[in-house]
């Protein structure tokens, strides 16, 4: 794969959700409905997804840590 060009590639949908949420992924977007050229509604739209496990200390005790 490495001397393959980038968008002859072909990757798993599941391997690019695990490296977009390892990573983090910023979303931002603007929607502005008018009629004859007048704003009647605005939506603005910021959102961060990302994995909370990927940020947790490692001291936190996970499920299998608490179980004995």
């Not at 983090?24 to 997804?49: E, H, K, N, Y």
Request: charged content about 20%; cysteine-free; proline content about 6%.
């Amino acid at each position: 794969m490495p001397g393959t060009p980038l968008h002859e590639r072909q990757i798993a949908l599941i391997d690019l959700l695990d490296r977009l949420l390892a990573g983090g992924v910023v979303l931002t977007g603007d929607l502005t409905l008018a009629i004859a050229d007048v704003d009647l509604v605005r939506i603005s739209l910021r959102a961060l997804i990302t994995s909370v496990e990927a940020h947790l200390p490692a001291q936190v005790p996970t499920a299998e840590g608490l179980s004995s």
